[in-house]
């Protein structure tokens, strides 16, 4: 069955250090894996998916098929990053989603 | 782009009532749009597909009639909460699919739900 593993609840790091959010899967298919991010008071925003190989807000994630793993990195963390972060899949011809548990990143000034 | 409204943002009623969510694409044709209930400090649970045209296809252990849904037009889909009990308040959330050749959905703000 299909799942969306982040190990880390919360994630606490000083302002200009950098951040990996991890982000493991299990999927007999062919992933699609999306990173999702819920600012406070706001609702869920793309922002960014693995096949676009794009770099937002100084975010990526490469999809390691081999470790099944699409962590979420940035080299220099700020304030506005502070955020709740949710790991997604992509699957079968109805296009569902299955989220992840989320990590909360939390930048410290 | 991509915008998805729900309404309403808020709602409270009595136990045993029915309740219902509108959730609207605003500036594209959505064929497919989602449902999703999130507890507090919890993930997104998602709960039915809802396919314009067609009856919503519904996940494991969500119980079909008590959470009525209907997708009616290209940009509208509804979920009505019957009999609400206490126990199904919640944050509902709907999502749509804007088509093309990626998965990605996006989300309506999200709906309180609070069964006195």
């Known amino acids: 069955a299909q799942r969306v593993t982040q190990p880390e609840k919360l994630l606490s790091v000083f302002k200009g250090a950098p951040v990996e959010l991890k982000c493991n899967y299990s999927y007999s298919g062919s992933p699609e894996l999306f990173w999702y991010v819920q600012y406070s008071r706001q609702r869920l925003q793309l922002l960014l998916r693995?096949?676009s190989r794009e770099s937002i807000k100084g975010f990526t994630a490469d999809l390691n098929k081999g470790e099944t793993s699409f962590h979420l990195k940035k080299p220099f963390a700020q304030e506005e990053d502070s955020a709740m972060y949710y790991c997604a899949l992509g699957y079968s011809s109805a296009s569902k989603i299955i989220f992840g548990s989320g990590t909360r990143l939390s930048i410290r000034p | 782009g991509a915008v998805v409204s729900q309404h309403p943002s808020w709602v409270i009623c009595k136990s045993g009532t029915s309740v219902k969510i509108e959730c609207r694409s605003l500036d594209f044709q959505a064929t497919t749009m989602f449902w999703y209930r999130q507890f507090p400090k919890q993930s997104l649970m998602l709960m039915a597909t809802?396919?314009?045209?067609?009856?919503?296809?519904?996940e494991q252990g969500v119980e079909k009639d008590k959470f009525l849904i209907n997708h009616a037009s290209l940009t509208l889909s509804t979920l009505t909460v019957t009999s609400a009990h206490p126990e199904d308040s919640s944050f509902y959330i709907c999502?749509?699919?804007?088509?093309?050749?990626?998965?990605?959905?996006?989300f309506g703000p999200g709906t309180r739900l609070t069964v006195l």
């Open positions: 693995h096949i």
């Open positions: 999502s749509a699919r804007a088509g093309g050749p990626y998965n990605e959905q996006f």
């Open positions: 809802s396919n314009e045209g067609s009856k919503a296809t519904y």
